[in-house]
Each structure stands twice: as structure tokens, then as C-alpha cells.
T-cell receptor, first 117, second 116 residues
Framework: AQSVTQLGSHVSVSEGALVLLRCNYS??????LFWYVQYPNQGLQLLLK??????LVKGINGFEAEFKKSETSFHLTKPSAHMSDAAEYFC???????????????FGQGTILTVHP | DAGVTQSPTHLIKTRGQQVTLRCSPK?????VSWYQQALGQGPQFIFQ???????QRGNFPDRFSGHQFPNYSSELNVNALLLGDSALYLC???????????????FGPGTRLTVT
């Protein structure tokens, strides 16, 4: 079974400040990891993903995340927050190719990011 | 290039009724997954269709069923609606599961279902 825990249901930062959204996962197999963003009344947009290879992955809109196997973490960061970053962010895990949970995304509960001027 | 589309946008049903939601995948995609997102929660996996067959299923009762058509579009059917079925239903499309390394799910805007 797989699970995702996002620490902090709400995170508030000032414009220009560092954004750090935390995600820890549990998986019995090497995971694929994802961060999605959801704006109000919209679907989910993929920010970035980790499947294999380099553990530091860069995504859209200046976001990046680092896969740390020893810590079972995949925290999302952005050096300087912008007002347009205000949204809800979801971390998700799936099994890797060939595994029984491949293709099934398990999501965390989400973190609402608020950006103050 | 059209992304994932879903219809209808909003729907209001009464307890005990049946509902059908529709999804058209992103051009070139052949796999469709459905998720339920209750208010204030993360999406939960319902099932996935590939080659017109249900390939994986989450922890949802048999009241939830689906179908995939030869053009890869998909329907989600929910019978005997309960108040707890009120949620945003998201459809996601992707390439075939066997293409390791190319795996990404693209989500549609969702259908907001309200059961009264």
C-alpha cells in the first residue's frame, strides 16, 4: 500500500519569500512522485515529477523538488513566491512501471498556499 | 490541441438516482483514470481504463462503474446515489501504462456533482 502525508494544510508566505511545502510518502516499491497544483474551480496541473535518475527535479513556474529516499520525502520549493502561486498543492505517489500500483495515483490531503503582498 | 474535456460541468441529482459523467482524453492518449475529490480532500482513485477494459480499481463500491469506447473516451456511472457521493469528479488521461518513463496524467476540469 502507498500513502502520502503533506505536513501543514495551510502555508502562508510573503511575496518574494521562500516557499517550502512538505511531502512524505510511504511505498513498498520504488515510487514515482508528483506535485500537482489546483486553482479554484479547476482541475489539477502537473508541476513536476520524479521517476528515475536525478533526484532534484525542476518543474514549471520556478518550482523544484528533491527526492530523498532515506527520508522518504519529496518536498516542493520555490525561491521567491509570487502572488500567482496562491493555490492548493497536492503531492502524489504511484508505483513504478511494471508494478501493480503503476498508473494509480495516491494523493495527499493538499496544502493551501497563501501569498501575502 | 485540446486537453482533457469533461461534461457536464455541474450536475445536481437526488438520492437514489443514477448519473453518467463523460470524459474525452487528451489527443494521443489511450488511458483514462477517474478520481473523486470530496470537499477539502485530495483526489481518490476510482478506476482506470485501457483498451476498453478496467485495469485497476480503487476502494469504491460496485455502484461505481465505467466504460471506455474505441475512441478512448470514457464514462463514469454511479448508481443509487448517496449524499456522500457529492464531490468533484476528475478524469485524467495518459499514455499506455507500458511506456515507462513517459508516464504523466493530465487532468480535466472536473464535474461537480451535488446529491440532495
Amino acid at each position: 500500500a502507498q500513502s502520502v502525508t503533506q505536513l501543514g494544510s495551510h502555508v502562508s508566505v510573503s511575496e518574494g519569500a521562500l516557499v517550502l511545502l512538505r511531502c512524505n510518502y510511504s511505498s513498498s516499491v520504488p515510487p514515482y512522485l508528483f506535485w500537482y497544483v489546483q486553482y479554484p474551480n479547476q482541475g489539477l496541473q502537473l508541476l513536476l515529477k520524479y521517476t528515475t535518475g536525478a533526484t532534484l527535479v525542476k518543474g514549471i513556474n520556478g518550482f523544484e523538488a528533491e527526492f530523498k529516499k532515506s527520508e522518504t520525502s519529496f518536498h516542493l520549493t520555490k525561491p521567491s513566491a509570487h502572488m500567482s502561486d496562491a493555490a492548493e498543492y497536492f503531492c502524489a505517489v504511484s508505483g513504478n512501471a511494471g508494478g501493480t500500483s503503476y498508473g494509480k495515483l495516491t494523493f495527499g490531503q493538499g496544502t493551501i498556499l497563501t501569498v501575502h503582498p | 490541441d485540446a486537453g482533457v474535456t469533461q461534461s457536464p460541468t455541474h450536475l445536481i441529482k437526488t438520492r437514489g438516482q443514477q448519473v453518467t459523467l463523460r470524459c474525452s482524453p487528451k489527443s494521443g492518449h489511450d488511458t483514462v483514470s477517474w478520481y473523486q475529490q470530496a470537499l477539502g480532500q485530495g483526489p481518490q482513485f476510482i478506476f482506470q481504463y485501457y483498451e476498453e477494459e478496467e485495469r485497476q480499481r480503487g476502494n469504491f463500491p460496485d455502484r461505481f462503474s465505467g466504460h471506455q469506447f474505441p475512441n478512448y473516451s470514457s464514462e463514469l456511472n454511479v448508481n443509487a446515489l448517496l449524499l456522500g457521493d457529492s464531490a468533484l469528479y476528475l478524469c485524467a488521461s495518459s499514455l499506455a501504462m507500458g511506456l515507462a518513463g513517459s508516464y504523466e496524467q493530465y487532468f480535466g476540469p472536473g464535474t461537480r456533482l451535488t446529491v440532495t
